[in-house]
C-alpha cells in the first residue's frame, strides 16, 4: 500500500507541476498581447487632422496606375499605410476586405504597402484587388511625406487636408459598416 501511495502522490504532483506551468504561460502570452495592444493604442506620431497632403506628389501603382496629390484633393479617400514585416498590418488589411465585401465603400482606398519584396508580396496581392496599391522599399518615401512613423496607420483624406488618423482601421468610419 505504501508504493500505491507514493505512486498517487508522483502522479498528482506532476499533473500540479504541469497545471502550473501551463498556467505561467499562459499568463506570460496574455502579458505580451496586452503590451502589443498598449503600443498599437499609445503611438502619438499620427498625422493631426487639418495637416495638409504632401504638395506635388506622383508615385505609381502595382496596376500600372498613378496615385497624386491631385487624388486627395476631392472627396474623402482611405488611404492605409501598411508594412510587410509588421503583424497587426495584415489583421488591418483583413479588416479592409471585410468593409469591401461589405460593399459600402464608395471610393476606392488608397494602400502603401512598405518593406523587402518578399515581406511586401502577400500584403500587395491581398489589396491590389481591392484598394489602389504602392509599393515602397523605404519608411523615408511617402510615409515620411504623410508624416506617418508607425504602421499600420489609416488616414482620411479630403479637401487636400488629413481628416482623421488611426492606427486602428476600426476606428475608421466612411460610412462602411465595421
Same mark, same amino acid.
Given at each position: ?9 508522483t502522479?498528482?504532483g506532476?499533473?500540479?507541476?504541469a497545471?502550473? /506551468?501551463?498556467?505561467?504561460?499562459a499568463?506570460?502570452? &496574455? #502579458?505580451? $498581447? %496586452?503590451r *502589443?495592444? @498598449? ?7 499620427l498625422?493631426v ?5 504632401p ?5 505609381g501603382?502595382v496596376?500600372g496606375?498613378?496615385v ?15 508594412? /510587410?514585416?509588421?503583424a497587426?498590418c495584415?489583421d488591418? &488589411? #483583413?479588416? $479592409? %476586405?471585410? *468593409?469591401? @465585401?461589405?460593399g459600402?465603400d ?18 500587395v496581392?491581398e489589396?491590389?484587388?481591392i ?5 515602397e522599399?523605404?519608411?523615408?518615401a511617402?510615409?515620411?511625406r504623410? /508624416?506617418?512613423?508607425?504602421?499600420p496607420?489609416?488616414? &482620411?483624406?479630403?479637401?487636400?487636408v488629413?481628416? @482623421? ?5 476600426d476606428?475608421i468610419?466612411?460610412?462602411?459598416p465595421?
Amino acid at each position: 500500500m505504501n508504493g500505491l501511495l507514493w505512486a498517487a502522490v508522483t502522479v498528482v504532483g506532476a499533473i500540479a507541476i504541469a497545471a502550473f /506551468g501551463l498556467s505561467l504561460a499562459a499568463v506570460r502570452r &496574455v #502579458g505580451a $498581447l %496586452q503590451r *502589443r495592444a @498598449a503600443l498599437i493604442d499609445s503611438f502619438d506620431d499620427l498625422p493631426v487632422p487639418g495637416d495638409p497632403v504632401p504638395a506635388d506628389f506622383v508615385a505609381g501603382t502595382v496596376d500600372g496606375g498613378t496615385v497624386s496629390t491631385a487624388d486627395l484633393t476631392g472627396p474623402d479617400v482611405l488611404v492605409l499605410f501598411v508594412d /510587410g514585416s509588421c503583424a497587426t498590418c495584415f489583421d488591418a &488589411v #483583413g479588416l $479592409l %476586405q471585410e *468593409r469591401h @465585401a461589405a460593399g459600402a465603400d464608395t471610393v476606392r482606398p488608397i494602400a502603401v504597402v512598405i518593406g523587402e519584396p518578399a515581406e511586401r508580396g502577400p500584403l500587395v496581392a491581398e489589396l491590389a484587388p481591392i484598394a489602389r496599391v504602392v509599393e515602397e522599399t523605404s519608411h523615408t518615401a511617402l510615409p515620411s511625406r504623410f /508624416g506617418v512613423r508607425g504602421f499600420p496607420t489609416a488616414l &482620411v483624406v479630403g479637401g487636400g487636408v488629413v481628416r @482623421a488618423a488611426t492606427h486602428r482601421l476600426d476606428q475608421i468610419d466612411l460610412g462602411v459598416p465595421a
